[in-house]
């Protein structure tokens, strides 16, 4: 429990760091030079082919870079899977293989563009974020991925690094011999991996929101132990959070609604429920916010009322000795004519005084609930 | 009225608490594999077929699977309602038995999915929350609830567990010969369903209301005897209610909207009905909330108020004291040559001396309004 | 003046106090089935009958409920006004003998359902409220107003109990012989009573705006005087009236682009004023609630603002005696060797430097603008 | 720049006083029965006839009631502009006389009425509001204003008294002989009216604009200096203005979309340009009410940061004499076995004592940042 | 590091200190009268020619004002490039030889108006907002730009000043022999000049981002070292880059859906992309906003929190005194019979008290988390 605890209070670290204005192309480069935009996140770039169809599948790291014609038979899905976007002018060979214009190779390399889905003729190309959290880690892996969806059941997507978030999928199509995924076409490819990204998504928000409700129990038993930062940095990471995932709901709105000859209508449902999905993970992060929110002003009053129940004992307390003080500055005073000062029983009755003052002090505190 | 209170002031407990982030199925499973997600929330899986007309109602626990052929005659209303949901396999069968697709299926099964209506060319299908408080307890028992109409007067509902929600339904078909649930079909029974759904939530919205009410009560009495807690948790269940309850309007909207064979012209009013319920009870929840917010400033101010008054009355109290104090600190000092303190009626001056300091200074915290 | 004051600041009275969750009908109740939901408001449910031409007028109380036939011709205008709801059963036969339908009676006997308008073939229904304030009165009476208009210029309308703001039309209809309402059908009546009902919206918004003038002027004078309790109160009245009139802007705005055989083309005009005056009031009711924010803001600063000056000059006060007394406690010290003690003019000095050290304080005080 | 300070610090007088609820008709006339709703602003009602072409220009005050054939030559724009709305029996005739039905009368004279469009077949009639601020002076003039746009190059104006805001364009119609006004017809003239309206909004964002720049100075350089009032009724004026302002949206919107006969194709673009100069003036208004909100916000927080630097500086002030004063009462104390008193170095040492408690908190405070 | 900080935490300096309310030009005067509003920018007005094909470059600096017959072939892009407003006669005779309309050259002239686009038959008309901030310079240069397309290849552009936010594209024609832009025409070129201003946006956000991240360190580290005046100018520079932003949104819009026979098919794509861009734009400076609000938050709560613990920790001081000087005080007091003064051990005794006391306190603040 103390474990569990521990690990949600250890903050998340954002790769790379997500910054509202990211590196743009340097103005006075024609648009259509290319240039990689972004850290170098991978070693080397790789591409993985993943060709199969019913009965078989194939699937194997390119030493060369692929010519189109060499693996692409219609019959077949072929996934050509780029990992790393440093080597610019391999990249470029890639995309003249395939068609691709320079303006979606720009998008794909500029890591900070804007998600978006764009339908072209005879490519449907869709930029997202992919933003993968392993279990029991704290590293939250922010990756640019490009899918491009082509004719002839061709699937070539982008990334920046290799992840895991694809694996499963990977393992789908292996092992599914006969399962949907081998029947049907590289459209259906394209759903289950951007259904992959939109899960992944739900981790992070399931991790997060494990951070609000452990924060939320600590906060209901001690207000005082939560600390302002801790409460930013939660505030920061679900806005972090939600600004990247905001622009789903116009890629899988547009996927729901695209009227496309790339997309055959048996993979129709898969994108209405792509599109269902996305709204979910979009409001769940909207109300994650909403949670945070209340986090913090529920924290703020405790703290508040806290400060003021200290306050308020602490000020009584001294209210109580003021008096008592006052009546023993009173008697040490040096006058020659002070009656009192020879009583005998004058002593013993000032400390009466003193503890009917203090008595009818705490009454008059208790009765009025200040104490 | 004290336990009237106390019962108000008892957190409502949440079954199943609402997370944000709902466990999804693996990602490695193909979509259409058919997996429980959620709660065992029933001890077995049971099926209770309620077939009708006008004349005759049979009300039957089924012991094994209905095949569909079996009990369904167009001429009868036939309502299979499926309690418990974690007997997949059997589910499986069932759908099969009835045509419902996998991916339908998958969405009764995700008891996490967010609430929706799918209308196919022979199915409309609903899937939505059951918000269930019983009088007097604090039990807010939410139930992932779908509701499958098919053509030929068949209505299939798939609850996590029996609820007594649909009881008043079942109630009417059984004892209202001739009423209009028994001369109509299996869309006024849809529709009676997903009104007694939407008045639960109308009762649930009481219950909270009650709470803030008496809340209201107590903070006009006195403010300070509200804890920040008791606020924070209205305000949280106002928002996870509200948060279960939004989808509403799109279901009752769409199905105002819809055009399809499976629904009846002489139906069509109620569901505009339906309409209205789901318009007022959305309202009224944000009402709820915004009370609830109002109800959180007023506290606020109270007991910001309240500690301004009691800084302000101890602080004038240590002023009062405190040049007294000092008077006496003076006539303490050991100088030789102080004249005072051997004049006879100077012990006596120096009272004089005090009470008119002290009524002085009473005298113009008054007249500021300090005190 | 003073008598103004206290009327402004004596709350208002909502009957019935308006809850956000209504009553509704138990779920059992088959749909149609009447039954009276609310308060009974009236001794006795009374039908006026109010029927007129260009040249005759004709009011009656009927003492049996009305056939329809035997009151009713096409030429004369036929206003049946129901007020008081709760005889179901008479309400149940008026209904059969004017055509109205079981799902029509059941609104206008629902006093907490949501205002709307309806358009059938053969008939416009509109559920609203009608809120009054008697002019000098605390008491806001809210109403359930049913108005249906029926082919054969007959109108009839529900209300809970008797209520004078249809008085003028009524006086207007009696009087006027020749005057426009008198020569138009009615449609125009309609107009003219729900026109009626906006304008006493008018006078309760009225209400509260001279509410928050009064307080706002009290505010200025002394932001002291003034309670927490009563801003909450006119906040919470503000949110009422803002409540009840919101759906205005559908009823008076389907009104206007209505196409109906209902309403003529002459009294078109006077239904896009309606939805003029509509906008008006709802603006005007937003614009109240701004008001009293920025009144709640201003409170807040204002009584922060005064509790910060008291805290500042009595913090300075205390801040002046304090060395002021540690001076005098050095020289009640009892050592043996301290030779001040015997310096003759050492107390005068000791004088000296408390009145340096008090004016110094001061003039560091004031020069730092914290007195 | 005292002057100028002491300029913007006087507070706008708004004549009249913007209220949130108007005065209205009373519910028992029937619509139609003209009755002037506000205050009485002229001393006499009065119509000024301006008649132009390209070469002539005649201007005269009219004695009495214009009879529209009399003047009116379609070759000729004949503006009738009346000033004062208090004879109402005046303002009938003319309406009879010009053609403009009861219920646009009603709009005229209903001062509290909400600006508007309307658009008749024969008829363009725009109600708004005239907000006029001379120059240096602090009294903001609201005015009714109505412009008729009739058919024969005929256009009428009604306002409440007279006012300087069409002064340059009645000079540029006497001025400017050959210019565009004076070959252009009278839907230009409304065209240089309206503009001349919102010209006049624009002055007084200005003035509230200036106010808001000379407080955020006065606030940065002693944010004690202002006061919560002043802030508050700059709020209030922009939340008046912009109240008064937000319909121009819709009318310049709808003058820049409509399609009437009585609209030139020439004197478009101009009203393409009003519309431009109307969204303009919102978003501006709308900015200058954040920048407001803005200062509100920078002045609450500095007041409190520096409410809490002076309880700082003053609380440690109190801590540092409180242990001095104890130990001097320690010393104060009249046990008879006390060493110290006897030592002759003593006194000295308990004021090194003292030095070194005052200095050791000082360094303590100053590294804690408190001082 | 240190130089870094310093270089964000000098405030920006917008050049025009840009003000809601601009000057507008005087209302008596004729629309169409040109008269240049704003401040005079620019030494002296300038045209720079820049004409090029794909073969030949051409930049000159024109001493006279261009004939447009003189210069144009409609083979060639024609550039003319105007800075400085200042002289409106030149600009008037430019605009004759032009053919641009009046208003139009009013719109260029009157450097407050309106971001905004028209589209009339012969010319595409943008006037935007160039902001403009130098690599380690903290001036940011807000300059009024009119871009003007025309047919034949034509673009006439008005800066107010020289500005080197288009040296790039400059830059790009003069270097780029065969390059797309010395391919493509002059609706090529205008999206160059407008993605140009977009990025500059982007660098002066990444500016306010920088600000923004440096703050946030310093808040992370020290709260109380950063002052409210700071947060205060972050806030307010967000705001007015936002609000000179916003119209963006229109204009890339309006040009991407825009269907002119100036903009050639083959340019289309990117007029999308500068739309993306725009999005982007807009989206980041919300989110900055929103950054420096959240970074308000932070810092209040942390203000406030530490204020808080200042608070605490001296109020405990001072209740660990009170009693400690109280009972110094009783045997400070002078009666005759106080038994204790007379015993041996009795001031040690006091001591432990003392001790004892103040220990006891400390123990109890402890336990309770005060210290």
Known sequence: MVGEKLMDRSPLKWIPLPRLARKKRPVALSPGSLIHLGQKRAESQEVTLIAYDESSVEIEKLRELPEKH????????????????????????LGEEFGISNLVLEDILSTGSRPKIEKRDTEIFVVS???????????????????????????VTFLEAPSPAFDPVIERIRSGSGGRIRRFGADYLAWALLDAMVDNYLYVIDRLDEAVAS???????????VDTGELYELKRDAGQL????????????????LDSPLLEERTRPFFTDLNDHGLQVLETTEDLRESVSALRDFYLAAVSNRMNEVMKVLTCFATIFLP????????????????????PWAYPAVWGVFALCAAGMLWFFRRKKWL
Do not use: C
């Open 215 to 225: 924060m939320d129990d600590r906060l209901q038993l001690d207000a005082t132990d």
């Open 324 to 343: 008592l003080t006052f009546i023993a500055g009173i008697y040490g005073m040096n006058f020659e004519h002070m009656p009192e000062l020879g009583v």
């Open 242 to 257: 939600y600004r990247a995932i905001r622009p789903i709901r116009e890629i899988t709105g547009s996927l729901n609604r």
């Open 70 to 93: 060499h693996y692409s038979i219609p019959e077949k899905v072929t996934w050509f899977h780029v990992t790393g976007l440093h080597e610019v002018e391999k990249l470029s060979v």
């Open 129 to 155: 974020k992919l933003i993968v959290i392993e279990p029991g880690q704290n590293t939250v892996d922010v990756q640019h991925l490009a899918v491009l969806l082509l004719p002839d059941n061709v699937l």
